[in-house]
């Protein structure tokens, strides 16, 4: 048996090996004709170290970088050679491609950006943040209330730029001797001003349910998963139904590390396609898409796991159940919204539909949401997220030239 799996894992090490050169070769006949940034042009640099199965931590900033850009130079910083093909697709910035720490060294001589943003925790960070004239700033890839908001890294960035209230509040508690007034800027929401796309289905008499779980965690800390507990219950009792649709958003790691969990996902996709087959009016949706907006601002109520998906839905002030993960491990800061949140155990499951349908219309409920809507992300008006941040890297760009000049004058 073990030589069985050692031929397996020798093969798949291979298969990837092939995959990678793969890649790397079609990055390379790409890159010659790829534009790149006038030297001296780039003030915002974006660092993204990850692989493409990150990509959804980079893409849910594509809108206010856009914007960014229209005032500000603005490039992408990419280290991966399958994240640098999908941005040189998809990004609406200049990209910069960086592999080896030579590549980032080059980019700092030729552009000597004064701000770069960092979106998430990646180890390799701190290849870039090794450069002291510049500020380093961590803007995440969500607001949550999950422990990776409150870790000790933050206190390795400059700054951080975060929502509201809840998230200040948050870093006071759990962070010593870290000063919120000067190293903090809260910014609200800004990409809530730019979801995109148009619901692939017709505007009709159906409720629509956005279930939008998490992946399965790589420790019980973090095992906030629910695809496996509550998700295919769920599915069968909202497929079932005729007065309701379903759209299913899983994240993009949901069974990279739980077999079970990717057989009870693969379950839910297999049940949505014979639901639309035995009706084609119903037009209940898998999304495994890159574009995030229609399904969080067009659903009637969403299902979500502990997540950055429960903040993304209160940025658009909609109704929402908040799964209670199984696992005893789980952490569960209950201290914010969550103190608050509508829950569904996974032994209620099986009665969603009245959940849902009391979410969408108890008036009580609909009051405590609006509550929460406003300390975690404060004005949620169209356009005023997006003010906030450009009035924070605005503020940020001035102190470096302030800085620079003193420098400069000793």
Same mark, same amino acid.
């Given at each position: #048996? ?18 990678? *050169? ?17 030297? $001296? ?29 229209? @005032? ?48 998430? +925790? ?11 004239? #510049? ?13 990776? #908001? ?13 929502? $509201?209230? &809840? ?20 910014? $609200? ?53 005729? +007065?309701?649709?379903?759209?299913? *958003? ?14 009870? @996902? ?42 950055? #998906? ?39 499951? $099986? ?15 609909? &009051? ?21 941040? @450009? ?7 001035? *102190?470096? @030239? ?9």
């Amino acid at each position: #048996m073990a030589i069985v799996n050692d031929a397996r894992t020798a093969i798949r090490l291979v298969l990837r090996l092939v995959r990678s *050169r793969q890649v790397r070769g079609r990055l390379a006949r790409r890159l010659p004709s790829a534009p790149t940034p006038a030297p $001296g042009s780039v003030e915002i640099a974006v660092y993204f170290a990850d692989g493409p199965v990150n990509m959804y931590q980079i893409r849910q900033w594509y809108g206010p970088l856009a914007e960014l850009s229209r @005032h500000r130079g603005v490039a992408i910083v990419s280290r991966n050679p399958g994240t640098m093909l999908a941005l040189l697709d998809e990004s609406p910035v200049p990209v910069v491609y960086a592999r080896q720490v030579v590549d980032l060294e080059r980019f700092v001589a030729e552009q000597s950006p004064k701000t770069v943003l960092y979106v998430n +925790q990646n180890a390799r960070n701190f290849q870039m943040m090794r450069y002291g004239r #510049m500020w380093h700033v961590f803007v995440n890839h969500g607001e949550s209330d999950k422990m990776y #908001m409150t870790t000790n890294q933050f206190k390795a960035y400059d700054y951080a730029l975060i929502a $509201g209230d &809840a998230a200040r509040d948050r870093l006071a508690d759990a962070l010593w001797d870290y000063d919120l007034d000067a190293r903090t800027i809260a910014i $609200g929401r800004p990409q809530a001003d730019h979801f995109v796309g148009e619901p692939p289905y017709p505007a009709d008499e159906r409720t629509v349910v956005l279930y939008a779980p998490t992946w399965e965690g790589d420790r019980g800390a973090a095992a906030y998963g629910s695809i496996a507990s509550h998700g295919t219950t769920i599915a069968e009792r909202v497929l079932a139904s005729p +007065q309701h649709r379903f759209v299913y *958003r899983p994240h993009p790691r949901s069974g990279v590390v739980d077999p079970g969990y990717k057989a009870a @996902h693969e379950r839910i996709v297999a049940a949505i396609a014979a639901a639309n087959a035995a009706d084609p009016s119903a037009h209940h949706v898998y999304d495994d898409g890159p574009t995030l907006g229609w399904q969080l601002a067009g659903a009637d109520v969403a299902i979500t796991d502990i997540s950055a #998906m429960i903040y993304d839905r209160l940025a658009v002030g909609r109704p929402l159940l908040v799964t209670r993960p199984v696992s005893a491990d789980a952490e569960v800061d209950e201290r914010g919204y969550l103190s608050d949140a509508d829950w569904l155990r996974a032994e209620d499951a $099986g009665d969603v539909l009245a959940r849902v349908d009391r979410a969408a219309n108890d008036a009580e409920q609909l &009051a405590r949401l609006r509550h929460w809507v406003e300390r975690y992300f404060g004005d949620t008006t169209p356009g005023a997220a997006t003010s906030r941040f @450009h009035a924070a890297v605005d503020r940020l760009v001035a *102190r470096w @030239h302030e800085v620079a000049a003193e420098r400069s004058g000793r």
